[in-house]
């Protein structure tokens, strides 16, 4: 099975800041790959996919690059609205299985 | 716009079931697969099976095998998870999500189901 470990765990940054999480695939996954926001009590919600296609309505700041093994998540000009937690995802059109990384919590300095 | 909405909490028993319902709104239902991610509290993401239903398919996650189904009814534009055997680590929130057209990721979430596993 493919494992995805994202890095680091805990971040922490200022309103303004630009802000970069890693995510690893332990084989290559080409770019099946998508990034999700997470805020307490709610539900995941897509950001990137395909490594680096932006959603359709999510703003231009939040940037994801990278194939086969590594992939960044990249937001630019921290907005106090961007403190969450964010999860990296594998998934395979073919097999329809996915997996989540561990996730990132972004927190306030 | 296109909606999935969940069925409620439920607070279940060890060894018992629970059976979780997620009706879609708008779109076209057998567009896309729908899978299922739960998060037990202060946890991950944790990816659990889908069903396809323009194949009539499913599939589980190795963790679940044996005590997961997974359905879907078109006539009515839902799909539903049925976990048995379930232990306190089964306690969780339940999503269901849609796979955006074209790729496999999750374009449409719902909005969660809270099932507390308690004696």
């Known amino acids: 099975d493919i494992q995805m470990t994202q890095s680091p765990s805990t971040l922490s940054a200022s309103v303004g800041d630009t802000i970069t999480i890693t995510c690893r695939a332990s084989?290559?996954?080409?770019?099946?790959l998508a990034w999700y926001q997470q805020k307490p009590g709610k539900a995941p919600k897509l950001l990137i996919y395909?490594?680096?296609r932006l959603e359709s309505g999510v703003p231009s700041r939040f940037g994801g690059s990278g194939s086969e093994t590594e992939f960044t998540l990249t937001i630019s000009s921290l907005q106090p609205e961007d403190f969450a937690t964010y999860y990296c995802?594998?998934?395979?059109?073919?097999?329809?299985?996915?997996?989540f990384g561990q996730g990132t919590k972004l927190q306030i300095k | 716009q296109v909606r999935l909405v969940q069925s409620g909490a439920e607070v279940k028993k060890p060894g018992s079931s629970v059976k979780v319902s997620c009706k879609a709104s708008?779109?076209?239902?057998?567009?896309?697969?729908f899978s299922w991610v739960r998060q037990a509290p202060g946890q991950g993401l944790e990816w659990m099976g889908v069903?396809?239903?323009?194949?009539?398919?499913?599939k589980y996650a190795q963790q679940f095998l044996g005590r997961l189904t997974i359905t879907a009814d078109e006539s009515t534009s839902a799909t539903y998870m049925e976990l048995s055997r379930l232990t306190y680590e089964d306690t969780a929130v339940y999503y269901c999500a849609r796979e955006l057209t074209g790729t496999s990721a999750f374009d449409i979430w719902g909005q969660g189901t809270m099932v507390p596993v308690s004696s």
């Open positions: 995802q594998h998934y395979n059109s073919y097999s329809f299985m996915h997996t």
């Open positions: 708008g779109g076209t239902f057998t567009s896309h697969a």
């Open positions: 395909d490594a680096s």
């Open positions: 084989q290559s996954i080409r770019t099946w």
């Open positions: 069903v396809i239903p323009m194949f009539g398919s499913v």
